[in-house]
């Protein structure tokens, strides 16, 4: 099993920017393929970034790129979701996800393990 514990919602205003931490423990083996997800209310569960631990390979969804950066600390167990230039679109749970990948890692794949969430609001 892996816990992950999301942290660094907020609220900002459009153009601002958020830090999101995610802290990984337990069987963290599990999990060398880390993804940030994001949902908002009325709308599916969106794939926003993901990092391949061994090489540390990113991915981002379209509607973020060029804005949010993930990155991760292995030593530490962290991936972190660096956000600038904020819109209200972005205005989401933002939950950490983790999962053990072979060969590749997006935010495509199922994800088995999850956090709790960090809500992020941005006004206009």
């Known amino acids: 099993q892996v816990q992950l514990v999301e942290s660094g919602g907020g609220s900002v205003q459009a153009g601002g920017s958020l830090r999101l931490s995610c802290a990984a423990s337990g069987a963290t083996y599990s999990s060398n393929c880390m993804g940030w997800f994001r949902q908002a209310p009325g709308k599916e569960r969106e794939g926003v970034a993901s990092?391949?631990?061994?090489?540390?390979?990113?991915y981002y969804a379209d509607s973020v790129k060029g804005r949010f950066t993930i990155s991760q600390d292995n030593a530490k167990n962290m991936v972190y979701l660096q956000m600038n230039n904020l819109k209200p679109e972005d205005t989401a749970m933002y939950y950490c996800?983790?999962?053990?990948?072979?060969?590749?890692?997006?935010?495509?794949?199922?994800?088995?393990?999850w956090g709790q969430g960090t809500q992020v609001t941005v006004s206009s």
């Open positions: 996800a983790a999962r053990v990948s072979a060969i590749t890692c997006h935010t495509g794949l199922p994800f088995p393990y």
């Open positions: 990092i391949y631990r061994r090489g540390g390979v990113t």
